[in-house]
């Protein structure tokens, strides 16, 4: 298993290119699953996840074809099997992407129930509820869902719970159905308005993603398209933590800042200095310490919960005392105790954490437990004195793209050993 050898010390300088994003590329090529002539989806990012993405659309017999480019075509022509198995999803809980899809076009899907997360008990009770409201016959058995529908019928979906893949689940689903489906208390993400983008752009009929009331006019059938995956602002978000903790100056491009409001406003509250153009953004910390920042958890356009954990890592080298609320998973804390590892000072009570910022953390041997948990390990890497060992990589490369390459092209000392 690969780790990451990283020697802190080094401010990121330099520029970086920021990749497709992972959560909108995953829904978008689920949402292949609905249309009857091929798709290319270009900017998808070279990721574990989208691996797996790929991998269970093959083993639905659906033609995948990628270039050196990255541009993924998609020809759905060939489709023979309506089923997620357990194998897959369990290595990935976006694979539930496909419930709606397949259900909406083939009136047919067993699905695996995803099953355990590291990140809390993340259940798929609201995407199982919306489709049963639209007309499906769902049964759980055996650690799967098993999903029949003739034709879905559109209608009026209140969501308990901001939920991302359930909006874009459901979202999908109707885009087929018979009538209008309205979603109520729907997931405003960015993701989830690039996922409607590129609905539209096959055909479908959608307005007011990005609001709370999402309204669906379902349509017979759906083509082909030509999509460009938006930026990933996570991975963005990621980077400018990164030169904010080291104290350094950089510039990322083929970013979208208008998705990184709430980020950008901690990040200025730390004391960087942020220029924003068109498609790129600068940080300077022009080698000062970072102030550290109260955090709140919670669905689009609050706080990101997949940048908390580079935050904890922030305020674990900044100046004060910061709190990380957490609001969105009942147990995203798991970075805490590798962070301590590393010399912070970090306390944890119920959901916030309560983070005192010390002058140097101290390299030791880490491990990864979820994705942004190993990027916040990663981060407080490249500020601690001597070597970090961290392990579990692969947690990272499910969602950050040549991280090290890019880590090590910013001026890090940053190494993948076997
Ligand atoms: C998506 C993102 C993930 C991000 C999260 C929150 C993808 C592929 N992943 O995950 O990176 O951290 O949004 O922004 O886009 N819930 C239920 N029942 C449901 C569905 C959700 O109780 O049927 C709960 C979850 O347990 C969680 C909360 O709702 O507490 C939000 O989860 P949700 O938005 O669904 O997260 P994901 O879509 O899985």
Known sequence: MDKLLITGGSPLQGEVRISGSKNAALPILASTLLTETPTLIKNVPHLRDVTTMVGLLGHMGVEVTIDDRLNVQVDTSSIHSYSAPYDLVKTMRASVLVLGPLLARFGHADVSLPGGCAIGSRPVNLHIQGLRQMGAEINVENGYIHARAKRLQGTVLYLDLVTVTGTENLMMAAALAEGTTVLENAAKEPEVVDLAHCLNSMGAKIQGAGTDTIEIQGVEHLHGTEYVVLPDRIETGTYLVAAA?????????????????????????????????????????????????????????????????????????????????????????????????????IRLEGNTAICTGVEQLFGAPVMATDLRASASLVLAALVAKGDTLVDRIYHLDRGYECMEEKLMQLGCEVRRVP
């Open 245 to 345: 903790m080291t104290g350094g100056q950089v510039r990322v491009k083929q970013a979208d800042p208008a998705s990184l409001d709430a980020v950008l406003a901690k990040l200025r509250e730390t004391g960087a200095q942020i220029q924003i153009g068109a498609d790129w953004i600068e940080l300077n910390m022009a080698g000062r310490r970072p102030t550290a920042v109260d955090i709140y958890t919670a669905p689009h356009p609050a706080f990101p919960t997949d940048m908390q954990a580079q935050f904890c890592a922030l305020n674990a080298v900044a100046q004060g005392t910061g709190t990380v609320t957490e609001t969105v998973f009942e147990n995203r804390f798991m970075h805490i105790q590798e962070l301590q590892r590393l010399g912070a000072d």
